[in-house]
């Protein structure tokens, strides 16, 4: 945990809201959950931020700690057990008074360094516990009036209770932990309650305990236009074709596959910074001189491209040689571009046109790889004909040297969704979650819900979090 406070705080993925009450003298904070929610690991978290910090826990060390949490630098955290105090008898023959004058004495013993550090209290009941529960309110309120009276110090209290009413009403903070489901996955969230300073509104944050650490997620940010740095092409993974990010290779290998006919779903709503997900792909394989095609509803101007950022990373000759847009002509300008082709008629010139460049492409780059990107909508699935095209075209992907990704809208009819599912190779979902985080999840083969964020600020590369 060395470094300064403010390096603490960039490696932390915290509201900063919470972060700076975490360090102001006698604040109290509360995190509340079941267990299993991940109040602990969201304690730790706010703990690493602060120059010092003192864990109260029972039956915990600080070897144990560090076992459970290999994460945790352990050079500014003192770990204070219960169970060890008094002897070895512990609390359990004390009154309160006399247990909160135990732990400001065990505080106090920790020296100066440690005279202004964030105390977490992990857990309020098995601090409290064998004191008589007649009245739970008084038994709280007791506690935070001796409490106050001891200590000057920030404290974080953990408490695996839904509803502590006097607890919240008097914390600058409450943080509610919980575990939600979204298409049958698993979602944590944590609810900010209450903070002080800040409107008397519920906010919702997404977050995963991947690698064991409190990680909330991000907004999908947009690339850094101004310090765009140069295309660093992505190696094929073994059996496979790269997504262009490697830390999507990794954790997901199932969509570059060959010959794979892709469903994927996007919210209407997706920021567009979404593009980056469809960016990198692209941009990966112009850069190896593979072929790309695009068949959006929209033209040019789709959240499937993002033409001011993809322009940054690919020249004139990449895009007349290997990329091709298919699009709809709208009216009478003639357009010159040389990777746009208009067709006259959806219907009757979409997969005819597909066709024609794909032979033209497989010819001269020698049978290498074409992603193609195609946009379909339930105007699709009403049309008798554009439908029989559609199924035919996917049986041509599925036996072609062709990666295709057919978009659809979330909302789009159900029956065409489950028609195109069934024979697709994989089906998956872009989605927009609590706070504007971008969810990505595997529907066919099924995955965990996973965080989509920019890997780096200079190239539209990703990376994935699974949310566990």
């Not at 000057?152 to 943080?175: K, Q």
């Not at 993974?237 to 596959?257: A, H, I, M, R, W």
């Not at 709503?269 to 850069?287: H, K």
Request: aromatic letters at 8%; proline letters at 6%; hydrophobic letters at 45%.
């Amino acid at each position: 945990m060395r470094g300064t406070s403010e390096q603490k705080e960039k490696t932390a993925r915290l509201p900063s809201a919470i972060i700076r009450i975490a360090k102001e003298p006698g604040a109290r904070i509360l995190v509340k959950g079941s267990p299993g929610t991940g109040k602990t690991s969201l304690a730790l978290e706010i703990a690493s931020t602060v120059s010092k910090a003192i864990l109260v826990t029972r039956g915990w060390d600080a070897s144990g700690i560090k076992a459970r949490f290999p994460w945790l630098p352990m050079d500014d955290m003192a770990v204070l057990d219960v169970a060890s105090w008094l002897g070895g008898d512990g609390l359990d023959n004390t009154t309160l008074p006399e247990r909160v004058r135990v732990l400001g004495l065990q505080v106090s013993g920790l020296g100066t360094n440690f005279s202004e550090a964030l105390v977490v209290i992990d857990d309020v009941c098995a601090f409290l516990s064998g004191l008589p529960r007649g009245d739970l309110h008084e038994l709280h309120s007791s506690f935070l009036d001796v409490l106050s009276g001891t200590l000057r110090n920030p404290v974080l209290l953990i408490s695996p209770e839904e509803s502590s009413p006097v607890l919240e009403s008097r914390a600058d903070a409450v943080m509610a932990l919980h575990d939600d489901l979204l298409d049958g996955r698993v979602m944590r969230l944590l609810d900010i309650v209450k903070l002080r300073g800040a409107a008397r509104r519920s906010k919702r944050v997404p977050f995963t305990l991947a690698s064991g650490r409190f990680v909330a997620g991000m907004l999908l940010g947009r690339v850094d236009i101004a310090n765009a740095g140069r295309w660093i092409v992505s190696p094929d993974p073994p059996g496979n074709y790269s997504t262009g990010s490697e830390k999507v290779d990794l954790v997901y290998q199932e969509c570059f596959k060959l010959a794979s006919f892709n469903l994927m779903e996007i919210d209407p709503d997706l920021p567009f910074s979404a593009s980056n997900f469809f960016l990198s792909p692209i941009i990966n394989f112009l850069w190896q001189n593979r072929a790309v095609v695009l068949a959006p509803m929209t033209g040019i101007n789709t959240i499937l491209l993002g033409k001011n950022d993809f322009t940054l990373y690919v020249d004139a000759e990449m895009l007349a040689s290997n990329f091709r847009v298919l699009e709809e002509r709208t009216g009478t300008i003639t357009e010159c571009r040389p990777y746009l082709i208009q067709i006259e008629n959806r219907e009757r010139d979409l997969f005819k046109t597909f066709l024609e460049v794909y032979d033209s492409f497989m010819s001269k780059n020698k049978y290498s790889p074409l992603f193609s990107i195609i946009e379909l909508t339930s105007l699709d699935y009403r049309n008798d004909v554009m439908l029989k095209q559609i199924l035919n075209h996917a049986k041509f992907v599925k036996n072609a040297n062709i990666i295709e990704f057919a978009i659809v809208n979330s909302g789009v009819d159900p029956e065409f969704k489950a028609q195109l599912a069934s024979i697709a190779t994989s089906h998956t979902k872009l989605h927009n979650g609590e706070s504007g985080v971008t969810l990505f999840t595997g529907m066919q083969p099924r995955s965990p819900h996973f965080f989509v964020e920019l890997d780096v600020p200079t190239i539209p590369k990703i990376r994935i979090i699974p949310v566990v």
